[in-house]
């Protein structure tokens, strides 16, 4: 297991996403070394579509997750212009596999497939990125036998693990997609220990977003704007998440690109109780989380 390292030079207020990851990944090494002696090797199957580079980079980052955990990983590329029946057709053979606990498609999938379709066609029991209706049910309920996506699932972990209080807590979300907003706003909402948010979901179409965030105590960005979120959106010692993901074009860079959060860092860092940084933040928490439910996958095998 590597140690913990990060580029920033931290603050007190910054919360390690690398940091906390590899804590739960050592906890969840001895759960893989326990289920190992008990003759079960976890397996998880990725299957990406396509040559999208951030997929790429993302099952690169998950695969080594696994090495590195002792989960035994294999890889399905399957070409951009595969057809939704052929894809459809290698989940099925993936789900009758008993070497494998998990499958992960990883999105965003092809405009000619339908995402809704293939996510609903893994087993509900494979289903570790939790995107299954039974998993999107059960995660609404409050039911806690169902897989809970990776994302929002590491958010929670990272409030935890640094105590930021939610019970009471205004929480805004900015962003309602399936993916991070909706289930984040599902698990903080819940009634129980660790969540009992009051919650608010921002999106395209929410008037005054910035008189909503001035509100939270926690500010959760999953939007996907670049720098969205600015020093005068965020009430003074605010835990500030920011989700996003955006590459923006960077002149002066090798690249010409560079990628930068929903979060103007550098101006929120100073007010913000707690931030977490981008990357370093929420990334790592993901990973860790999928390999959590991988394993919890591989453990019910033996129930
Ligand atoms: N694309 C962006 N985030 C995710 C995720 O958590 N799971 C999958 N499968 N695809 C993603």
């Given at each position: 297991?590597?140690?913990?390292?990060?580029?920033?030079?931290?603050?007190?207020?910054?919360?390690?996403?690398?940091?906390?990851?590899?804590?739960?990944?050592?906890?969840?090494?001895?759960?893989?070394?326990?289920?190992?002696?008990?003759?079960v090797?976890?397996?998880?199957?990725?299957?990406?579509?396509?040559?999208?580079?951030?997929?790429?980079?993302?099952?690169?980052?998950?695969?080594?997750?696994?090495?590195?955990?002792?989960?035994?990983?294999?890889?399905?590329?399957?070409?951009?212009?595969?057809?939704?029946?052929?894809?459809?057709?290698?989940?099925?053979?993936?789900?009758?596999?008993?070497?494998?606990?998990?499958?992960?498609?990883?999105?965003?999938?092809?405009?000619?497939?339908?995402?809704?379709?293939?996510?609903?066609?893994?087993?509900?029991?494979?289903?570790?990125?939790?995107?299954?209706?039974?998993?999107?049910?059960?995660?609404?309920?409050?039911?806690?036998?169902?897989?809970?996506?990776?994302?929002?699932?590491?958010?929670?972990?990272?409030?935890?693990?640094?105590?930021v209080?939610?019970?009471?807590?205004?929480?805004?979300?900015?962003?309602?997609?399936?993916?991070?907003?909706?289930?984040?706003?599902?698990?903080?909402?819940?009634?129980?220990?660790?969540?009992?948010?009051?919650?608010?979901?921002?999106?395209?179409?929410?008037?005054?977003?910035?008189?909503?965030?001035?509100?939270?105590?926690?500010?959760?960005?999953?939007?996907?704007?670049?720098?969205?979120?600015?020093?005068?959106?965020?009430?003074?010692?605010?835990?500030?998440?920011?989700?996003g993901?955006?590459?923006?074009?960077?002149p002066?860079?090798?690249?010409?690109?560079?990628?930068?959060?929903?979060?103007?860092?550098?101006?929120?860092?100073?007010?913000?109780?707690?931030?977490?940084?981008?990357?370093?933040?929420?990334g790592?928490?993901?990973i860790?989380?999928?390999?959590?439910?991988?394993?919890?996958?591989?453990?019910?095998?033996?129930?």
């Amino acid at each position: 297991m590597p140690s913990p390292k990060s580029i920033y030079p931290h603050p007190d207020n910054v919360v390690d996403g690398r940091a906390i990851a590899v804590q739960i990944q050592r906890e969840l090494a001895q759960r893989v070394a326990e289920l190992r002696r008990r003759g079960v090797t976890p397996g998880l199957a990725f299957v990406r579509v396509g040559e999208d580079p951030a997929s790429k980079v993302y099952v690169g980052r998950k695969e080594k997750a696994c090495a590195e955990l002792g989960v035994a990983s294999e890889t399905h590329i399957v070409p951009e212009s595969t057809s939704e029946s052929d894809l459809l057709a290698l989940l099925a053979k993936l789900n009758a596999d008993t070497r494998l606990h998990g499958i992960l498609v990883q999105a965003p999938l092809p405009k000619h497939i339908r995402e809704s379709v293939v996510f609903s066609t893994v087993l509900p029991s494979k289903d570790v990125d939790g995107f299954h209706p039974v998993n999107v049910g059960k995660l609404m309920l409050g039911d806690a036998s169902g897989f809970r996506p990776c994302t929002p699932a590491g958010i929670m972990e990272l409030l935890v693990r640094s105590a930021v209080p939610t019970d009471g807590a205004e929480v805004v979300v900015l962003g309602r997609g399936n993916i991070v907003g909706k289930p984040m706003a599902a698990m903080l909402c819940q009634k129980g220990k660790n969540a009992n948010a009051t919650v608010t979901i921002c999106h395209s179409a929410t008037r005054d977003i910035a008189a909503h965030c001035r509100r939270a105590d926690i500010l959760i960005a999953a939007m996907g704007v670049p720098k969205f979120v600015k020093s005068d959106m965020v009430k003074p010692g605010a835990t500030v998440i920011d989700v996003g993901v955006n590459r923006v074009p960077d002149p002066g860079s090798r690249t010409g690109t560079k990628l930068v959060g929903d979060v103007d860092y550098a101006a929120v860092q100073p007010i913000a109780g707690r931030i977490t940084p981008n990357p370093g933040g929420v990334g790592p928490m993901t990973i860790a989380m999928l390999m959590q439910n991988t394993v919890s996958a591989a453990g019910k095998t033996l129930n």
